[in-house]
């Protein structure tokens, strides 16, 4: 008995086992890797940020019509952005300002896109109502007030062409409405219920109409105005990146300065004593910035220019004054 059993272990059975196991795993490893290709596609089919699908959801918004708002898309100095509504209808172009990465549009298009009511006070007061709730807008501090609960703005409210603008993403956050940004195709994709898209094309043309108005009038006052040597108080700024947009929509070069916003983007400045920026001495404001305000300018410096001695010693002085002589129009 003990020379069969000896036999029985040493015989074909027992070679055959080592085989069938590393069969046995070979196959689980296939069922696994299977499972998980099939997860990683059905996971990028739902996940809207995968390539494939924003790619097509690039498509769809950059194939979508621009609706006619009474704005002058495209123009030189009148910056704007595309707002989707609802995943449907036309692109609505509006009057915007883009500042320190915060998207400010006029307080009457918000009201308008987030379908709420507006009541502007004798003594300025200005409240936003949306589903019973008043929402108080205190342009002094900074802060949106509704009941016992108060918010701060990411960024104050500020007067433009006789419109106040508000940050968009803070203000639909509150008031709990969708809001996206697809950078590559620069559309605002927001979701406000119950908002009917082509109700909005008469009230925005009105509105649009109202600031084209007053942009005109600032512009024409602009170009009559003697040109008077200013002083300006003079900063500087850069970014470690290839290419830098401004907030006109223009990619920042040699020349862009940021102004306070009641300086009309395209605004130009003779400052001599930068000429080692810009070659021909002319400067132009393109940008805006938070703490940039009544007659302070805030240089751009290209990373090229950083490394220059004359530049370098610029930098060293911090904040200084300079002369600068607004350029006209017809002398350009």
């Known amino acids: 008995m003990s020379k069969l059993y000896s036999r029985e272990r040493s015989g074909a059975p027992g070679r055959g086992l080592p085989a069938m196991i590393m069969t046995s795993c070979l196959l689980i490893a296939l069922i696994i890797c299977a499972g998980i290709l099939i997860a990683e596609e059905l996971d990028m089919a739902k996940d809207p940020s995968s390539d494939a699908v924003r790619s097509n959801a690039d498509e769809t918004h950059a194939r979508k019509p621009l609706s006619d708002t009474g704005w002058e898309c495209g123009e030189p100095n009148r910056s704007c952005s595309h707002i989707l509504m609802n995943g449907s209808g036309p692109l609505l172009c509006v009057p915007s300002e883009m500042i320190d ?40 501090s900074a802060m949106l007030v509704c009941g016992g609960e108060s918010w701060a703005f990411p960024l104050p409210p500020f007067e ?22 697809n950078n590559d195709s620069d559309t605002v994709l927001l979701s406000s219920p119950w908002v009917d898209v082509e109700s909005l094309m008469q009230p925005m043309n009105s509105i649009n109409k109202r600031i084209l108005a007053r942009l005109s009038e600032e512009e024409a006052k602009t170009t009559e105005a003697p040109a008077e040597p200013v002083e300006l108080i003079v900063t500087f700024y850069y970014s470690s ?46 940008d805006r910035g938070r703490s940039i305000h009544g007659n ?37």
């Open 101 to 140: 990465n915060c998207l400010m549009i006029p307080l009457e298009h918000y009201r308008l896109i987030a379908g709420c009511g507006l009541e502007i006070g004798l003594d300025g007061t200005r409240q936003l109502i949306k589903y019973d709730r008043v929402y108080q807008i205190d342009l002094d």
């Open 160 to 181: 433009l062409h006789g419109h106040i603008y508000v940050p968009l993403r803070f203000l639909c956050e509150i008031l709990e409405l969708e809001i996206q940004w």
């Open 241 to 286: 990146r290839n290419t830098t947009y401004t907030a006109s929509g223009y990619q920042a070069v040699a020349g862009s300065i940021a102004a306070d916003s009641s300086i009309p983007f395209g605004t130009q400045f003779y400052i001599p004593e930068l000429s080692m920026i810009c070659e021909d001495g002319i400067f132009t404001v393109q």
């Open 296 to 332: 302070a300018i805030d240089v751009f410096l290209p990373n090229a220019l950083l490394n220059d001695k004359d530049v370098s010693a610029a930098l060293r002085r911090g904040r200084f004054s300079v002369i600068a002589y607004p350029v006209q129009p017809d002398s350009r």
